[in-house]
């Protein structure tokens, strides 16, 4: 029983660093899309823009330390998972103001929830 208990945990484990991974790859190409259609006429479009930009590189960033063996310690990892999960949040709130982006808002909130339930998963 407790090796079928550790088995389900496993599974579990890397079911939740799957779909991190996949919510990092799905945020970081919304928001990849989101800051091209921005205008860059008013200061808070240029800040959901610079957010948007950032938010894409760091999910992908994160999206490669969970798909990749690279030999990174669960240290780095949990770093890695709590920035990811900080900027995502950042960004749907900056999205959440402009008018078409509540796709590109939710999407980061998704991705968000993802590196939150991996680093539970991580225990």
């Known amino acids: 029983m407790t090796q079928q208990t550790s088995q389900q945990e496993l599974y579990r484990f890397l079911e ?8 990092c790859a799905e945020c970081a ?13 008013g200061a808070e479009s ?3 823009r610079r957010k948007g930009i950032m938010c894409a590189e760091v999910c992908e960033a994160t999206c490669r330390a969970l798909t990749e063996e ?22 749907a709130v900056a999205f959440e103001t ?17 590196c939150a339930d991996f680093l539970a998963a991580l225990g």
Request: aromatic residues 4%.
């Open 98 to 114: 402009h008018r078409g982006a509540g796709t590109s808002a939710a999407a980061c909130r998704e991705c968000a929830e993802a």
């Open 46 to 48: 240029e800040k959901a």
């Open 16 to 23: 939740d660093r799957f779909a991190c991974a996949q919510a």
């Open 70 to 91: 690279n030999g990174r310690g669960e240290a780095d990892l949990r770093i890695q998972l709590a920035w990811c999960r900080t900027v995502c949040l950042e960004c």
């Open 29 to 41: 190409r919304v928001c990849a899309l989101r800051a091209g259609v921005l205008d860059p006429g």
